[in-house]
């Protein structure tokens, strides 16, 4: 079973227009999303959940006011200024470290458990399988969170007997991205020819390099700048990175969007042939 | 006064805004609080100065001193502390900085030092202050850069924070005490679907918002009946035109080119004015 993940650095580039597609294409693959703060596949697959699991971030601390005595020890000692002056517990600040709970004298602070998401086992309107996520607003445990929908993911394709797994990426370069990178077989990244998707993708290719990822990269809209376009080209080479495709600026990801579907399964004309080829190329690096 | 520029989804051009209305403004600062991407400077093109390297406490323990008690083990919430049988490891990138280890000591084998989590670097000149935050690569303290970051705000300018795209952490440290939240969206369901989870946190902060609309076009109405059900106004809306696409890639803010732009920026200000007042 092998691995792909599809990252992009920047966001908004196209990387769930290329997933959702290759999830059509592809005949026997459990996808996995795994931008879990902004899960958009289920938008376009529609997805049934046929089991939830419930995901448990770090504890929030609480005070009992009637136990508080105002002492201001807790205040002092919180180093994420999650204690406001009316000894109540700013729970979006709050780290779950234990320490105002450590200080206290008089026992008036206690850990709760937090539920920060939910991770989701789904059959999609295709028949595929999906491992999706949402992650609660204002948490910070994206990165566990996409390991528990990773194992959910491979768990699905053992099962199966799945030959791929296509893992959507949450932006950025940060931990959500190791934690989706970590182990995979191949690396795709789609990025624009603008400043900034130039720039993200430069960093996208250093941890991708840094791990030791073969790494592919994919053009979207490559005709908005084609001098830029070729300025990836020549980054890409550089980093031993292969351009598998180019696609236009074209209004029918938006279209097919609209609708709730891949652009494979809206249109066929240049721009999915063009998703085809880069499928093919994929599949050929991947040995599938 | 304060004003963030945030949206649930990336790349849905909210760089793009917060440059344009810094642009279209006098006596400015702007924070580019993206420290994953940081991306004004792209556009704004200015030499800047490295101002400080930012890094968060972590622990140092004597091995002499410890006897390997684990207290400080069972407390770290992070797991960035592990007992060998004569040793206490930190895994720094693990830790929080939190200090509790520290205090839990008994045999007060633990201090602190300083890890690099990245740094902070600025300009300034023609009436605009500008700062970014830079994240060491694949650093998960996003936060406390931020955090600092926002240390340099100058209270008597009107501040605009780019704010990291998404609705964790970073997103809340950013908008935490500003006075009105810009959220840009697209009118595609991928977009909308993230504006209400970013109007969720707004709502959740207590925060006045309003709503650009970028690449608007027709076909798809409900962000508009989304805005109008939750009371929050659209306040500009840019359009689908492909000179402004063109204008991005080269890192042109595009009210720099085309008229008529600034003004629309200014009177959007004056309406966010009004609102807070
Ligand atoms: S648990 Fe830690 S972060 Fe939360 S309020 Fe207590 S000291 Fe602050
Ligand atoms: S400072 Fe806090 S997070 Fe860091 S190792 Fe100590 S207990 Fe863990």
């Known amino acids: 079973m092998k691995q792909l993940a599809i990252i992009s650095g920047k966001g908004g580039t196209g990387k769930t227009t290329v997933t959702s597609s290759f999830a059509v294409l592809a005949n026997n693959a459990v996808v996995a999303d795994c931008d879990v703060d902004a899960a958009n596949m289920h938008l376009l697959l529609n997805p049934q959940i046929l089991s939830k699991h419930d995901f448990y971030g770090l504890s929030v601390a609480s005070i009992d006011n009637q136990l508080c005595t105002e002492c201001?020890?807790?205040?002092?000692?919180?180093?994420?200024?999650?204690?406001n002056d009316n000894f109540c517990v700013e729970?979006?600040?709050?780290?779950?470290?234990?320490?105002?709970?450590?200080?206290?004298?008089?026992?008036?602070?206690?850990?709760?458990?937090?539920?920060?998401?939910?991770?989701?086992?789904?059959?999609?309107?295709?028949?595929?399988?999906?491992?999706?996520?949402?992650?609660?607003?204002?948490?910070?445990?994206?990165?566990?969170?996409?390991?528990?929908?990773?194992?959910?993911?491979?768990?699905?394709?053992?099962?199966?007997?799945?030959?791929?797994?296509?893992?959507?990426?949450?932006?950025?370069?940060?931990?959500?991205?190791?934690?989706?990178?970590?182990?995979?077989?191949?690396?795709?990244?789609?990025?624009?020819?603008?400043?900034?998707?130039?720039h993200d993708l430069e960093r996208a290719l250093e941890v991708t390099s840094h791990f030791n990822i073969p790494a592919l990269v994919c053009i979207n809209k490559y005709d908005i700048n084609e001098e830029m376009a070729r300025e990836i080209e020549a980054m890409s080479n550089s980093h031993n990175a292969m351009i598998v495709g180019k696609l236009p600026f074209n209004k029918i990801p938006t279209e097919a969007m609209i609708v709730g579907k891949t652009v494979v399964e809206y249109a066929s004309n240049t721009f999915t042939s063009n998703i085809e080829e880069m499928w093919s190329k994929v599949k050929e690096v991947l040995k599938l | 006064m304060k004003i963030a520029v945030a949206s649930g989804k990336g790349g849905t051009g909210k760089t793009t805004v917060a440059v344009n209305l810094a642009l279209s403004l006098q006596d400015i600062q702007l924070l580019d609080c993206d420290v994953e991407e940081p991306n004004a400077n792209l556009f704004l093109q200015k030499s800047v100065d490295r101002v400080e390297d930012v890094s968060i406490l972590v622990p140092q323990i004597d091995d002499d001193l410890c006897n390997c008690c684990g207290d400080c083990v069972a407390f770290c919430q992070y797991n960035a502390l592990a007992a060998l049988p004569n040793k206490v490891m930190v895994f720094e990138s693990l830790c929080h900085g939190c200090g509790g280890c520290k205090l839990v000591c008994p045999e007060k084998a633990i201090t602190e030092t300083g890890r690099n989590i990245g740094y902070i670097e600025k300009s300034s000149g023609n009436g605009l202050d500008f700062y970014h935050g830079i994240l060491c690569i694949g650093d998960a303290m996003a936060s406390p850069l931020i955090q600092r970051l926002k240390c340099y705000a100058d209270e008597n300018k009107t501040i605009i924070l780019d704010a990291p795209p998404g609705t964790a952490c970073p997103m809340i440290t950013t908008l935490k005490d500003v006075d009105y939240c810009i959220l840009v969206t697209e009118p595609t369901p991928f977009g909308l679907h993230d504006l209400k989870l970013a109007v969720e946190v707004v709502e959740k902060m207590s925060i006045p918002a309003g709503i650009i609309i970028n690449q608007d076009a027709e076909g798809y109405s409900e962000v508009e009946e989304f805005c109008k059900s939750k009371n929050i106004p659209i306040i500009l809306r840019i359009p689908y035109d492909r000179r402004i696409a063109e204008m991005y890639s080269k890192g042109i803010p595009f009210a720099e080119e085309l008229p008529g732009w600034k003004e629309k920026f200014r009177e959007m200000y004056e309406q966010i004015k009004r609102i807070i007042e």
């Open chain 1, 72 to 83: 201001g020890l807790c205040k002092k000692h919180c180093r994420f200024d999650a204690i």
């Open chain 1, 91 to 198: 729970s979006f600040q709050c780290e779950g470290c234990g320490v105002c709970k450590y200080v206290c004298p008089s026992d008036a602070i206690s850990m709760e458990t937090n539920k920060a998401g939910e991770a989701y086992e789904s059959i999609t309107r295709l028949g595929l399988l999906l491992a999706h996520a949402k992650l609660g607003i204002g948490e910070d445990a994206s990165g566990k969170l996409i390991a528990v929908v990773r194992e959910i993911a491979i768990r699905m394709a053992e099962e199966n007997k799945a030959d791929l797994i296509l893992i959507d990426g949450p932006p950025g370069t940060g931990c959500a991205v190791i934690a989706t990178l970590t182990g995979v077989d191949l690396a795709l990244i789609v990025t624009e020819p603008t400043i900034s998707g130039i």
